[in-house]
């Protein structure tokens, strides 16, 4: 008898799911770079709130497909019975080479990053690979930290070997720690005499135009990356109509709250040069207030966030191999489901070791560019699904039907598709590279898709 997964998790694991791997590193490494690109402090906010509100369309329209296909695998299952298996699997294969463990990867470097405030040695390069396979296209250099990173990945993958249950319940834990931190950071921030309204008014020389603009959007939506993890692991959600739809919609809401607010105490204290000049800057605004007691107390926060994110992104990224497995299309043994554990343990460890590769291969901005790039040609094609489904297959049954339906899936679809060219032309290394590992997975379908023909 084939061994299945159990509906374990209920809307509140969903809901910390979303809200746990969404709040990561981005909201503590990416405002620097928003800053540098768009100048001035109105136009941050501006495309936090852009980008907050492309990340919700994007929800609104797998609400509809997740209640509708509550499977393991999300988008796999959705690319898949929309444009043919071929689809599906290009999603499936991307995700666990490119996308997910390039994710896992750079929240691993996030984590990093910040325990370097205190034990600076883990920045020392301890090894230069002599090739142009580095950051634009210098030689590659090796760093402590990024061992580190690698270990913190590997042991989350043994954490959600042991138990969707025992790794739901550490998302919950670690998502309502990581909740309170940023409520204190903002209370703390917003509530201070340190602060001047003026800074709301001040600015640095930017990028400036489109090219400004879609680089910062690229960098807010590393931050907001991870709303769609939920869908993942339909197959374990008990009342996946009824509770799906709830955990993404809520949980992207909640983010964004978060986001803006954060931003808000964050700018009080800080003018934009200085955000512009800090590589963390939550920490450089609690040690404005406190001195360095200050900026330690942020960096634990962000470890804490950055360790919540990684154990979601793991739960839920593991279960895209999985589900191409279950359909012949991977590696057979990765469709094993421990027998006690009812987990695709396989899977688990799999997508570990690959993100933990991945840790080697650039620093933070680069990752999170080449990860972009590759999701969100995948997220585009996911989104209008929902459109070429309600033709294709008009019988669904659809518990949840999309908010705004067809211009919420359009609008997404179209920014999309402008984000896409614009990171293209901005960032061909990192756009190419993503390119590439999908076209890899291209012999690999036909090879899998002969090998199961023979059986039949």
Not at 126 to 140: A, D, R, S, V
Not at 160 to 177: I, R
Request: aromatic residues 14%.
């Amino acid at each position: 008898m084939e061994i299945e997964l159990k509906r374990v998790l209920g809307v509140w694991s969903a809901i910390a799911i979303v809200i746990g791997t969404v709040i990561g590193s981005g909201i503590l490494l990416v405002p620097k770079t928003m800053i540098l690109n768009v100048g001035t402090t109105p136009m941050v906010f501006f495309v936090w709130v852009f980008g907050g509100l492309l990340s919700l369309a994007g929800a609104l329209s797998y609400a509809e497909l997740a209640a509708s296909m509550p499977e393991a695998g999300g988008e796999y299952v959705y690319l898949r019975e929309a444009y043919g298996p071929f689809w599906g699997f290009v999603y499936g294969w991307t995700q666990m080479w490119v996308a997910k463990s390039g994710s896992i990867a750079t929240l691993a470097t996030g984590f990093f990053l910040y325990l370097a405030n205190f034990r600076p040695e883990l920045e020392a390069v301890f090894y230069t690979i002599p090739l142009p396979i580095g950051p634009k296209g210098g030689p590659l250099e090796l760093r402590y930290g990024q061992l580190l990173a690698m270990a913190v990945i590997l042991f989350l993958g043994f954490v959600n070997y042991f138990g969707v249950k025992f790794g739901g319940g550490v998302q919950v834990a670690t998502t309502a720690v990581k909740l309170g931190l940023i409520l204190a950071v903002v209370v703390i921030g917003l509530g201070s005499a340190e602060g001047k309204v003026e800074n709301f008014q001040t600015s640095v020389p930017p990028v400036g135009g489109l090219t400004g603009f879609f680089a910062a959007l690229v960098a807010c939506l590393w931050a907001y990356d991870g709303w769609n993890n939920v869908s993942m692991i339909s197959s374990e959600i008990r009342n996946p109509q009824r509770n799906l739809p709830i955990a993404l919609i809520a949980g992207t809401l909640v983010v964004m709250s978060c986001y803006l607010l954060a931003n808000m105490a964050y700018f009080y204290i800080l003018s934009a040069p200085e955000v512009a000049n800090s590589d963390r800057v939550p920490a450089e605004m609690m040690r404005r207030l406190y001195g360095p007691p200050g900026a330690d107390a942020v960096s634990i926060g962000a470890m804490i966030s950055i360790f919540a994110a990684l154990n979601g992104s793991i739960l839920a990224g593991s279960r895209v191999p999985y589900a191409m497995a279950r359909d012949r299309r991977f590696f057979s043994s990765v469709a094993r489901v421990h027998p006690q554990y009812r987990t695709p343990g396989v899977a688990i460890l799999l997508l570990s070791a690959w993100s933990a590769v991945l840790v080697l291969t650039g620093r933070f901005e680069e990752l999170f560019t080449y990860v972009i790039f590759a999701s969100w040609i995948l997220y585009a094609m996911a989104t209008a699904s929902v459109i070429v489904l309600r033709y294709k297959r008009p019988d669904l049954p659809r518990p949840y039907r999309t908010v705004g339906y067809p211009f919420v899936p359009v609008l997404f679809v179209l920014t999309a598709v402008a984000l896409l060219v614009s990171t293209l032309m901005e960032s061909p290394r990192e756009s190419i590279l993503g390119l590439f590992f999908i076209f890899a997975g291209i012999p690999f379908y036909f090879y899998w898709k002969r090998r199961d023909f023979r059986k039949l």
